[in-house]
């Protein structure tokens, strides 16, 4: 792979990363009920973030430095996955803030509230081979910006 396509790759991973998160997420919530947590929510912003600087590095030539920014935006999300994480699985206490989402109750705000679930921070609603959505966002962002930074350095190296 030459420097070019290197560089390429890392700002195209840049945007797919973050963007695949946080359709995941989505779905999860909207197509299968599982709500976020607040710290769930701390997780998707850095995602956001790294889609809009991911876009400005297509726009703005050569892009190399919103395509490593992009890179530590993923890094964040997945160390607050990788926290959020550890709270699910016991290993460290958490934040006490909880969210709820407010259901459509015909216009009665109140009913709503009161109807509202309160989104747990400290409990898994779902896993896979054990592993929490905090947990699987860690490793896909840990290693989606790993491989954006490796990428870019070898895109660098070439080019000295």
């Known amino acids: 792979m030459g420097d070019f396509e290197a560089g390429r790759a890392a700002r195209l991973l ?3 990363v973050p963007a695949a998160l946080l359709a995941g997420a989505y779905t999860s919530q909207y197509g299968f009920g599982l709500y976020p947590c607040e710290m769930c929510w701390w997780q998707r912003y850095p995602h956001f973030a790294a889609v809009a600087l ?3 590095a297509f726009l703005i030539p050569p892009g190399r430095v919103f395509v490593a920014l992009a890179g530590v935006a993923i890094a964040i999300s997945g160390a607050i996955g ?7 699985y016991g290993w460290w206490e ?6 709820a989402n407010a259901l459509d ?11 509202a679930p309160v989104i747990r921070c400290d409990v898994a ?5 054990g592993v929490s959505l905090a947990g699987w966002n860690f490793l896909f962002s840990g290693a989606g910006a790993l491989a954006i930074f490796l990428l870019l350095a070898r895109g660098r ?4």
């Open 14 to 16: 840049a945007l797919v």
């Open 54 to 56: 991911a876009l400005i």
């Open 82 to 88: 990788l926290f959020h994480a550890g709270v699910e």
């Open 94 to 99: 958490g934040v006490t803030a909880c969210t």
């Open 105 to 115: 109750h015909g216009g009665d705000p109140l009913q709503a509230i009161m109807d």
């Open 125 to 129: 609603p779902w896993s896979l081979f």
């Open 157 to 160: 190296k070439g080019a000295a």
